[in-house]
C-alpha cells in the first residue's frame, strides 16, 4: 500500500472510531436521562381511588419498622399479629406500601402477619431516586436479612407476595440463601434488562432499539454490578419452593410473552411453580390483573367520570371537584381482590407452611 492510501486509511479508521465514540456517549448520556426520568423519587399521591390504612386502622395494628439498603434507610411497617406466618408484601415501579393495602388487609384479615416497605427513593424510605429495576432485589434482599435478625419476626416462617418490579424481587430474591416457603408473583419480569430492552422497542422502535441494548446492559451494569441482571427463572429453579406466576395477556408494561417470568415456562424447571394468564377483558392489564372482575369494571366506570371532568375543564379539574370526586368512590370496592385467586395464594401459603 502506497503513503497516500496508508494515510487513507488511517484516516478512515479514525473517522469510524470517532463515530463509534461519539455515538456511544450520547448514547449513554440520554439513557442516563432516561434512568433520571423513570426512576426518579415516588411521593404519596393526594388523592387515591383505593383504600390505605386510615381506612383500615381500626381492624389491623401496624408498628414502624426500618433497615438499610445499599446506602439508603427504608422505612415501612409490620401490620397486624396473625399467627400463621410472616407474608412480605412487596410493592413495584413509582409505588409505595400504602397502595398494597388491599393486599395487606386480605392477608392481616386471613391470620397472617405482614411486613410491607418502601422502595429506596419511594415515600418514606430514603434515596434520591428509586434508580432502577434491579433495585427492588437489593431491597427485598435487606429486607429478609432485617426479619432474619429482628426478634418478633425471625422465627415466623416466611412468604413473598411481589407486583411487577415487587413480581421480579420476589423470585428473583430466591437466588439467595433466604429461608422462603413461597412465592406469588404478580406482572414480575425475568431480568431488568428485559424488561429494559422492551422500552427501548416501544419507544424508538426495534431497529434503532437494537442499537442501544449494549449501551442499556452497559449502564444497568454499571449501577448494580453483579446484581444488575439477576433472574427471577433461576431463583424460581434453585428454590424448589411453590411459587404462584400470574400475569395478564393484556400487559403493556411487562408483556407476558417477552420479558414476563411467564413467558419463559420452558425454562422453568421447578415443579411446583403454577401459572394463571387472566385472559378475562378488564382485569388482564398490568394493574388491574390482582383485582376481581366487578372492581374492575367499577374502575372504568369511575375513569369515563374523571374523563368527562377532565373534558369539561380542559384537563385542569378544579380541586374541589377532584375532592369530590374521589370522595364519591368506594373504596373497598375499587380495592376487591380476586376472591378465587387469592383464595388459591392463601392455601398455597398455609400448605408450604405447615410442610416445612
Known amino acids: 500500500m502506497t503513503a497516500k492510501g496508508k494515510k487513507i486509511t488511517k484516516t478512515i479508521i479514525i473517522s469510524v472510531l ?8 450520547v448514547s449513554l448520556l440520554v439513557i442516563n436521562y432516561y434512568f433520571g426520568q423513570v426512576f426518579s423519587r415516588a411521593e404519596l399521591t393526594g388523592h387515591t381511588e383505593f383504600i390505605r390504612y386510615e381506612d383500615i386502622k381500626e381492624d389491623i395494628p401496624r408498628y414502624e419498622i426500618s433497615f438499610e439498603s445499599g446506602g439508603n434507610t427504608l422505612k415501612g411497617n409490620v401490620y397486624g399479629n396473625g399467627s400463621k406466618g410472616l407474608v412480605l408484601a412487596v410493592h413495584g415501579l413509582n409505588s409505595n406500601e400504602e397502595e398494597t393495602m388491599d393486599v395487606i388487609h386480605y392477608f392481616c384479615k386471613s391470620g397472617w402477619t405482614v411486613l410491607a416497605y418502601n422502595h429506596s427513593g419511594c415515600y418514606t424510605s430514603g434515596g434520591e431516586s428509586q434508580k432502577g429495576l434491579a433495585q427492588s432485589l437489593i431491597d427485598l434482599d435487606a429486607a429478609l436479612t432485617f426479619c432474619e435478625n429482628d426478634e418478633k419476626l425471625k422465627s415466623l416462617p416466611k412468604v413473598l407476595f411481589g407486583h411487577s418490579m415487587g413480581g421480579y424481587a420476589v423470585c428473583s430474591v430466591l437466588n439467595f440463601n433466604h429461608d ?16 429494559l430492552c422492551y422500552f427501548v422497542r416501544k419507544f424508538v422502535g426495534d431497529i434503532f432499539g437494537a442499537t442501544q441494548y449494549p449501551y442499556m446492559w452497559l449502564y444497568n451494569k454499571m449501577l448494580f454490578g453483579d446484581k444488575a441482571d439477576i433472574s427471577a427463572v433461576d431463583g424460581i429453579n434453585k428454590s424448589g419452593i411453590p411459587v404462584i406466576l400470574v400475569h395478564g395477556n393484556n400487559d403493556e408494561t411487562v408483556p407476558h410473552d417477552s420479558a414476563g417470568i411467564i413467558a419463559h415456562k420452558e425454562q422453568i424447571t421447578n415443579p ?19 383485582y376481581s372482575m366487578d372492581s374492575a369494571e367499577y374502575s372504568k366506570e369511575k375513569d369515563k367520570e374523571k374523563d368527562a371532568l377532565k373534558e369539561k375543564y380542559n384537563n385542569e379539574i378544579p380541586e374541589n371537584e377532584l375532592k369530590a370526586y374521589y370522595e364519591g368512590i368506594d373504596k373497598f370496592r375499587m380495592s376487591e381482590l380476586d376472591e378465587k385467586l387469592f383464595g388459591e395464594i392463601n392455601e398455597t401459603f398455609e400448605k408450604a407452611v405447615a410442610e416445612k
Not at 18 to 25: D, P, R
Not at 277 to 288: G, I, Q
Open 18 to 25: 470517532c463515530t463509534v465514540l461519539s455515538f456511544s456517549a
Open 180 to 195: 422462603i416457603k413461597a412465592v406469588a408473583s404478580f406482572s414480575g419480569y425475568n431480568t431488568p434488562y428485559e424488561e
Open 272 to 290: 411446583f411453580v403454577k401459572y394463571i394468564l387472566r385472559e378475562e377483558n378488564v382485569v388482564n392489564s398490568h394493574t388491574k390483573v390482582i
